[in-house]
């Protein structure tokens, strides 16, 4: 009976011991705390914000400190639902934006402001109201990139005490009343008929500027070709006056040199004073032509009548 209980104290005694060892281990794995990459997390000591754990391998004091879940501090993108805002001019328009964020400072994330995601969504609504309500309508749809830098910079100085930096804010979609939407639509339309009708003139005008053009560069090239063609007819003609004289040259050149071999040729042949008178005679007839009425005839041509009966008197011997 008494080895029967020493038995049982022995087991009862490796069961506590395996108890604790397993509450041990419990312990030591709820204290080891492993933090990923792009992640923090907040320690408290007995309700008290203590430290901050980055990415690596850490331990806490069991029942004495509390660790917060992970906080990512990637850039994050929220997407918040349209909200209706008025202009200058009295517009009401739905405006849907979209905030990019990232958590700087993970203390500030956790105890600067209850629900910090809805916060940054009321700002955002709040905002956006206050800028486009100083503006009119055609400058809201013409400068969302004033608006979406006027937006950053506000956003961020308001969210810098939650350990939040505001990145980028964009206005994804501006939508304006269905009356206006047509009434914008017919402008458009209006703008683009305007545009289309100077364009046609533009191009009417570019054309008969050409056609003209073209025209002129015709009546230029033509004046210049008739210019051409008759200085070619003038020096044509000037190459053939000048052909012509000095043919007419060369015939002269070629009768006066033929009377000067004649006449060499009669002095060298020492003809008679009958042939030379006779000769004169020819010439009297050539120079009278039938025209003249009155002839002077030389004294040297007085004996003509006795050269008539002489050669008269000598063609009746020879026959």
């Given at each position: 009976m008494l080895g029967i209980l020493c038995l049982s104290g022995g087991a009862i005694a490796g069961i506590v011991i395996a108890a604790l060892v397993f509450v041990a281990a419990i312990i030591f794995i709820s204290c080891a705390k492993v933090v990923r990459q792009a992640n923090a997390i907040i320690v408290e000591r007995l309700g008290k914000y203590n430290r901050t754990l980055n990415?690596?391998?850490?331990?806490?004091?069991?029942?004495?400190?509390?660790?917060?879940?992970?906080?990512?501090?990637k850039e994050k993108v929220a997407d918040f639902k349209p909200q209706p805002v008025i202009t200058k001019d009295n517009v009401t328009m739905q405006i849907d934006t979209v905030v990019y964020f990232q958590i700087t400072d993970p203390k500030l994330y956790a105890y600067g402001v209850e629900h910090p995601i809805s916060a940054i969504e009321n700002l955002?609504?709040?905002?956006?109201?206050?800028?486009?309500?100083?503006?009119?309508?055609d400058e809201t749809l013409t400068s969302r990139d004033t608006v979406n830098s006027k937006m950053r910079i506000i956003l961020d100085e308001a969210t810098d005490p939650w350990g939040i930096k505001i990145n980028r804010v964009e206005l994804k979609n501006?939508?304006?009343?269905?009356?206006?939407?047509?009434?914008?639509?017919?402008?458009?339309?209006?703008?683009?008929?305007?545009?289309?009708?100077?364009?046609?003139?533009?191009?009417?005008?570019?054309?008969?500027?050409?056609?003209?053009?073209?025209?002129?560069?015709?009546k230029i090239l033509r004046a210049q070709a008739d210019r051409e063609a008759q200085l070619l007819a003038a020096d044509a003609a000037k190459q053939a006056r000048i052909m012509a004289a000095e043919a007419e040259k060369a015939a002269l050149i070629a009768?006066?040199?033929?009377?000067?071999?004649?006449?060499?040729?009669?002095?060298?042949?020492?003809?008679?004073?009958?042939?030379?008178?006779?000769?004169?005679?020819e010439a009297l007839k050539k120079v009278a032509d039938g025209k003249a009425t009155k002839i002077v005839v030389p004294t040297e041509i007085g004996n003509v009548t006795g050269l008539l009966a002489s050669l008269k008197e000598t063609v009746t011997e020879t026959k």
């Open positions: 990415t690596g391998f850490h331990l806490i004091i069991p029942f004495f400190e509390k660790a917060s879940k992970p906080i990512s501090l955002t609504a709040t905002t956006l109201r206050n800028i486009v309500g100083e503006l009119e309508l501006i939508l304006p009343p269905k009356d206006i939407q047509e009434a914008m639509e017919k402008q458009m339309r209006a703008e683009r008929e305007r545009r289309e009708s100077i364009l046609k003139a533009e191009g009417e005008k570019k054309s008969a500027i050409l056609i003209a053009e073209g025209e002129k560069e015709s009768e006066g040199e033929g009377k000067a071999r004649a006449i060499e040729l009669i002095n060298n042949a020492k003809p008679i004073p009958q042939y030379v008178t006779l000769e004169g005679f």
